[in-house]
């Protein structure tokens, strides 16, 4: 299993002090990544994730979406953008929409392919914002 797995956390969502999660379970074994209760609620936060880069911060586009979701300093952000924008059938510079295609394609990108996290969780987890 992947650490994302293990955790229930198909974003791979860092630990953030001033944030205590809907869903976050009581038990956080990793020092780096949140663990959550059930996968739906960690795709509760990574919608709302999301949503605060579009509305709060306005990030608008799939390319600066992936750019701040996954950091250069973390990761090879140009070829996540390219898996991402390829799984959701999108160009870099579109608007981005925060829903089951970005999930799902965040989540195989973290996690690899296969992985445990189902269509149904994330639905689901959308469906609790």
């Not at 960690?42 to 949503?51: P, V």
């Not at 999108?90 to 392919?113: C, K, N, S, W, Y």
């Amino acid at each position: 299993m992947t650490r994302g797995e293990r955790l229930s956390n198909p974003g791979n969502i860092r630990h953030n002090p001033a944030i205590i999660w809907q869903g976050q379970a009581l038990d956080q074994p990793d020092p780096a990544f949140v663990n959550f209760i059930d996968p739906q609620h960690g795709f509760r936060a990574m919608a709302e994730i999301l949503n605060n880069y579009k509305n709060r911060d306005g990030v608008l586009t799939y390319a600066g979406a992936i750019n701040r979701w996954s950091p250069p300093s973390e990761n090879d952000t140009a070829d996540y953008i390219t898996d991402v924008c390829k799984a959701c059938g999108v160009q870099p510079g579109d608007d981005f929409v925060v829903g089951f295609p970005l999930l799902r394609a965040i989540t195989d990108h973290e996690q690899g392919v296969p992985n445990i996290f189902t269509d149904d969780m994330i639905n689901q987890g959308i469906a609790l914002l």
